[in-house]
Nanobody, 115 residues
Framework: QVQLVESGGGLVQAGGFLRLSCTAS????????MGWYRQAPGEQRELVAT???????VYADSVKDRFAVSRNFVRNTVYLQMDSLNPDDTAVYYC?????????WGQGTLVTVSS
């Protein structure tokens, strides 16, 4: 199974920005899709943004025009640029990879947005 390691979380004030990174243990070029999900305390895990093999992206309505997902094939890394953060964005953010019929998850990175 693919190993995913996230980084970049932390504490930021409302209106600020962060960039999350997720590095895979394998070449991501043939991955069906990679993306980001988040889980706030007491809430279910929800999709934030994904990018598929062809480069098509999907965003949750709540983050459209603020977040951007991208990838670097040389670094085997997918990124989540998060701008104009607000307290509702506070959550543990998980990286996700779909490879053939399997799905892998990272360990999560905490993002806390203070008001």
């Amino acid at each position: 199974q693919v190993q995913l390691v996230e980084s970049g979380g932390g504490l930021v004030q409302a209106g600020g920005f962060l960039r999350l990174s997720c590095t895979a243990s394998e070449n991501i070029f043939n991955f069906n899709a990679m993306g980001w999900y988040r889980q706030a305390p007491g809430e279910q895990r929800e999709l934030v943004a994904t990018i598929n093999k062809g480069g098509d992206t999907v965003y949750a309505d709540s983050v459209k025009d603020r977040f951007a997902v991208s990838r670097n094939f040389v670094r085997n890394t997918v990124y989540l640029q998060m701008d104009s953060l607000n307290p509702d964005d506070t959550a543990v953010y998980y990286c996700n990879a779909k490879v053939a019929t399997s799905t892998s998850w990272g360990q999560g990175t905490l993002v806390t947005v203070s008001s």
